[in-house]
């Protein structure tokens, strides 16, 4: 079973608009961490957001934020006031502390965003 | 800031050739990764490091090797690479701390590898 859903292959927004790549996840283990990443053209993967199992409140970073709705196992990313830079691939992963290998990343397939001026 | 380098943009090597793929990171992080990417297939894991000379292996690492001689470098080795090895090799690392946010990894820019 997929640990990491990320249901929407492609998106498209209108520049200025916000938009919501949605990413489920399951797990058992009550410690983990969810992180999100944008894949651009050049391919270079980049860190947007992290937000940890026992985090209180959603994480923010400027323009990114993230729905965190841990009873419905989601993490949902928000882009507000998109702009054309933002068109890329994004990926949602989940790190869970107490698995065998806490090192590795569990990667969902990414959601294409297209941002249309 | 973090940075992760990787020895080559894009590569074209032959069949049966043995393909070095190198990395380097600047920030002293005991983990690093390498991972290939494929269309519809997302990332993948081949190898991983948590440490100078350890290794374990990923999800698939049937065709490859790995070298981590010294904390910063880690090298990917394709010993006979084939057709179905192109693709997109992507390494990162990452710190090793009791925090959950330790687990970020950080990503070089990309080799993209075509073997003919």
């Known amino acids: 079973a997929q640990k990491i859903t990320q249901t929407q292959p492609g998106m498209f927004v209108q520049e200025k608009e916000a938009v919501t790549l949605d990413c489920t996840y399951d797990t058992s283990d009550p410690s983990y961490g969810l992180f999100w990443y944008k894949q651009p053209s050049s391919g270079e993967m980049i860190f947007l957001i992290y937000q940890g199992s026992y985090d209180q409140q959603n994480a923010t970073e400027g323009r990114y934020s993230l729905n965190f709705q841990k009873a419905r196992k989601s993490a949902n990313l928000v882009i507000s006031a998109s702009q054309l830079g933002d068109s890329a691939m994004y990926f949602c992963?989940?790190?869970?502390?107490?698995?065998?290998?806490?090192?590795?990343?569990?990667w969902g397939l990414g959601t294409s965003l297209a941002v249309n001026p | 800031d973090v940075k992760v380098t990787q020895s080559s943009r894009y590569l074209v090597k032959r069949t049966g050739e043995k393909v070095f793929l190198e990395c380097v990171q600047d920030m002293d992080h005991e983990n690093m990764f390498w991972y290939r990417q494929d269309p519809g297939l997302g990332l993948r894991l081949i190898y991983f490091s948590y440490d100078v000379k350890m290794k374990e292996k990923g999800d698939i690492p049937e065709g490859y090797s790995v070298s981590r001689e010294k904390k910063e470098r880690f090298s990917l080795i394709l010993e006979s690479a084939s057709t179905n090895q192109t693709s997109m090799y992507l390494c990162?690392?990452?710190?090793?701390?009791?925090?959950?946010?330790?687990?970020?990894?950080?990503f070089g820019p990309g080799t993209r590898l075509t073997v003919l």
């Open positions: 992963a989940m790190r869970e502390v107490n698995a065998g290998n806490n090192r590795k990343l569990i």
């Open positions: 990162a690392s990452s710190p090793q701390s009791g925090s959950l946010r330790s687990g970020t990894q950080y």
